[in-house]
Nanobody
């Protein structure tokens, strides 16, 4: 049974940092690309970042590029998202998602993902 469990969310001040984690189980983690996505209240799902199955390449949405870093530890079956220089508009429920491919060419469309976690809430406020 595939499970994706996020952790690390919470309250941060503008300009602050957080690191999210996603523990994966029930599938061969190192065979699949992974992504982070977020959904703010009243808004649609936004793809944030993606990483190849072997971690060799990463991709980011323009809204987070230069501030967020996605990484993975295939030995620990864990995906990470380091978030720096946080802004109030980063407030959202963040979830990790399992892509159907190892080295995708398309990241943002939901049809390419088959599993995702329940999410962890990130609130950026002073």
């Amino acid at each position: 049974q595939v499970q994706l469990v996020e952790s690390g969310g919470g309250l941060a001040q503008p300009g602050g940092s957080l690191r999210l984690s996603c523990a994966a189980s029930g599938f061969t983690f190192s065979n699949y690309a992974m992504s982070w996505a977020r959904q703010a209240p009243g808004k649609g799902l936004e793809w944030v970042a993606g990483i190849y199955s072997d971690g060799s390449d990463t991709y980011y949405a323009g809204s987070v590029k230069g501030r967020f870093t996605i990484s993975r530890d295939n030995a620990k079956n864990t995906l990470y998202l380091r978030m720096n220089s946080l802004k109030p508009e980063d407030t959202a429920l963040y979830s990790c998602r399992k892509h159907r491919a190892e080295r995708p060419t398309v990241w943002s469309r939901s049809v390419y993902y088959d599993y995702w976690g329940q999410g962890t809430q990130v609130t950026v406020s002073s």
